[in-house]
């Protein structure tokens, strides 16, 4: 930072009268020169505020008008946290978001089943077994898929993934809906695949060589270096980022719109619909709900459940990537 | 006693040798299986784009690139129609356009400001960690809550009808231009990062101030970096769509945005509400959309990549 004092000091020290000949060259800084830096610093500083109060709003908006709803509705907190029905539009209308979270469970719980293993190991294939070319080539093909928006993949769902598991489920006698969980975790699962590998693959790659070389030079194989010393030693790494994966399939949205359709219901069965907190929303801003109803705004209430829930899936990843990493010098 | 202590090194040569190739190809697979998706997603759109229907033989490239320009040119001029043979994204792309424009004046400067106050500026200490946090949380936070922040605070202002928007571009930028702020603050962080800290002493040294330091070196070293990060912002606030169905860019418009205070739809919102459609005819429309959006899409992530490997001084 240019204090006035420091450019005043600048200014005295270059302006010796044992000097004449630099005396003009350098006038120190003027004032008007630390006032604008000043006036920069502070915008800057302003524009990085801006990011919390963003987070002030959505926690601001969504508290302010989940209070709202709970007035409205009259439906008690523990009504809506354990209600297993939700039914906004019956008389008396019923707000529980259990079906709802068991849909987002189901959601996240089977995406991951697909894409936490495939996403390691393609992580520790790049980390470990590619050779720098094709390496060179897969990492972007890796961030040009994570680039494809989402409702291209609940398209891709429609189009493709409900047919073929109708192809195959059908002559079994089992009926596929058109819109059901597995085709929802299926492409939840293959759209977080790259989030999984290139966060993973980040924290492999920098498991320093020294480590690798160490195994090698005791008589380890390419197998028993990847899987006992490498990946062990990026565990916190990979488990962050399969929280941050777990996250990102929580908070989808038009995927799993498209996928898995708008039936609140808890089932275990994976071919039927299910409901999740996202596509709640969507379905409550698409109908024709007014503002200021009940069933509107209960639209906030499960938002706000939804922010806190990634929310802590985020934080829970943030504090096992400090807490359990490994630091090597 | 030596012959009752059981050998302490068991080779295991055989399992070893075998388990290691075996557990390679998987990983291969693994990897491939990303590439195979974007083989199979690109591919089912295209076929579902030229209806499926074999008029050329698939190697016959240039026929059906031909069929297909055509269609992407008639979905591209033709306006929201529940009749599939004039149906189109005129409207949304207009829409998608001024959104971009918006966006990238709106969230840009604010962006690439704070992660310069965070990484030239701010003094080390509990303010910086604060934000820091703030916005690596803020980064994992669903897009559809962004749709609800700006549902009451652009669009609704909580009820005060002198400062609500209303279902305007405006709104809808605003909106975007929040979610994709983390992306940009950090993509700029990490560019800044990169530029080694003599650049800075030499500035310092020969007199400049911070802010000459800062605008006349550290940024333009870092631009490449922060040109990257941007472009892969902007390109996912064009994708998105669930933050847009809750500022109310409906599908239902026919008229053509002509300013920031006017009602809009965009290309993904478009596609959603065609894909609804059990009409089956829909599908080739959506699929004519996707194609629109994929090649804005790519093309502006191909351009990142590029720019990052091309022009990165500084590794």
Redesign the interface.
Same mark, same amino acid.
């Given at each position: 930072m240019t204090t006035p004092e420091r450019s005043a000091a600048d200014s005295a020290a270059v302006m010796k009268p044992d000097d004449p000949s630099t005396a003009d060259l350098w006038s120190g800084h003027s004032r008007f020169l630390a006032s604008w830096e000043l006036a920069i610093a502070v915008v800057l500083a302003f524009c990085a505020v801006v990011t919390v109060l963003t987070t002030l709003g959505i926690v601001l908006v969504l508290s302010i008008q989940t209070v709202e709803f709970f007035m409205e509705s009259k439906a008690g907190i523990l009504e809506f946290l354990l209600g297993t029905e939700l039914k906004p539009d019956a008389t008396p209308p019923k707000f529980g978001i259990l079906p709802l979270a068991w849909g987002t469970f189901a959601i996240a719980f089977g995406s991951s089943c697909i894409a936490l293993p495939i996403g390691l190991l393609s992580a520790i294939y790049l980390s470990e077994y590619a050779p720098r070319r094709l390496r060179s080539v897969l990492k972007p093909a890796l961030e040009l898929l994570a680039g494809i928006p989402t409702i291209v993949y609940g398209y891709l769902a429609l189009l493709l993934v409900t047919p073929v598991l109708k192809a195959i489920f059908e002559p079994l006698g089992i009926r596929v809906p058109q819109f059901n969980a597995l085709s929802a975790c299926i492409v939840v699962g293959v759209m977080i695949i790259p989030l999984v590998s290139s966060l993973s693959e980040d924290v492999l790659s920098a498991v320093p060589r020294g480590l690798r070389e160490a195994a090698y030079a005791l008589g380890a194989t390419k197998f028993e270096v990847s899987t006992r010393v490498v990946l062990p030693a990026g565990l916190s790494g990979v488990v962050a980022s399969f929280i941050l994966a777990i996250s990102r399939a929580v908070g989808e949205t038009m995927a799993v719109v498209l996928a898995a359709g708008m039936l609140p219901q808890i089932t275990l069965n994976p071919l039927e619909s299910l409901e999740t907190m996202t596509t709640y929303i969507v379905q409550v801003i698409s109908g024709e709900a007014s503002y200021g109803t009940a069933k509107y705004l209960s639209l906030f209430a499960v938002g706000l459940s939804l922010f806190v829930i990634t929310l802590g899936l985020n934080i829970i990843s943030g504090l096992v990537l400090r807490r359990y990493r490994e630091v090597y010098q | 006693m030596s012959e009752t202590a059981a050998p302490r090194f068991r080779p295991h040569r055989m399992i070893?040798?075998l388990? %290691?190739p075996i557990? *390679?190809a998987?990983?291969? /697979?693994?990897?491939l299986? *990303?590439?195979i998706? /974007?083989v199979?997603?690109l591919g089912? $759109?295209l076929y579902?784009a030229l209806e499926g229907k074999p008029d050329n033989p698939w190697y016959a490239i240039g026929a059906n690139l031909r069929e297909l320009w055509g269609l992407v040119r008639t979905v591209a001029l033709n306006r929201q129609s529940s009749d599939p043979a004039a149906a189109g994204y005129r409207v949304g792309i207009v829409g998608s356009l001024w959104l971009l424009g918006l966006v990238a004046l709106l969230a840009i400067?604010? %962006?690439v400001?704070?992660g310069?106050?965070?990484e030239e500026?701010?003094p080390q200490g509990r303010l910086r960690r !604060? $934000?820091q946090? #703030?916005?690596? #949380?803020?980064a %994992?936070?669903?897009?559809?809550?962004?749709? !609800?922040?700006g549902?009451? /605070?652009f669009v609704?202002a909580?009820g005060i009808k002198a400062l609500a928007l209303g279902p305007c571009l405006l709104a809808g930028a605003l909106t975007l231009s929040?979610l994709i702020?983390?992306i940009i603050?950090i993509t700029t962080q990490e560019a800044l990062r990169t530029v080694p800290g003599s650049l800075r002493q030499a500035a310092l040294a020969l %007199?400049a101030?911070?802010?000459q330091m800062v605008s006349g070196h550290v940024l333009p070293a870092a631009l490449p970096g922060i040109m990257t990060g941007t472009i892969?912002g902007l390109?996912?606030a064009?994708?998105?769509?669930?933050p847009l169905?809750?500022v109310g860019a409906a599908g239902a418009i026919r008229k053509l945005p002509k300013g920031p205070l006017e009602r809009y739809t965009a290309v993904?919102v478009e596609?959603?509400n065609y894909?609804?459609e059990p009409d089956r005819m829909f599908?080739t429309i959506?699929?004519g959309g $996707?194609v629109i959006?994929?090649i804005l899409?790519?093309s502006m992530?191909?351009a990142a990549?590029m720019i990052r490997n091309r022009f990165q001084r500084y590794q």
């Open positions: - | 070893r040798s388990l %290691g557990f *390679g998987a990983c291969l /697979l693994a990897t299986t *990303g590439v998706v /974007l199979v997603l089912s $759109i579902a400067p604010v %962006g400001a704070a310069v106050y965070l500026y701010a !604060i $934000i946090t #703030n916005i690596a #949380n803020l %994992g936070v669903p897009s559809i809550v962004y749709g !609800i922040l549902l009451a /605070l609704r909580f929040l702020l983390p603050v %007199g101030t911070r802010w892969l390109s996912r064009i994708g998105e769509t669930a169905l809750m993904p596609i959603y894909a609804k599908q959506s699929a $996707i959006l994929l899409l790519l992530n191909a990549i």
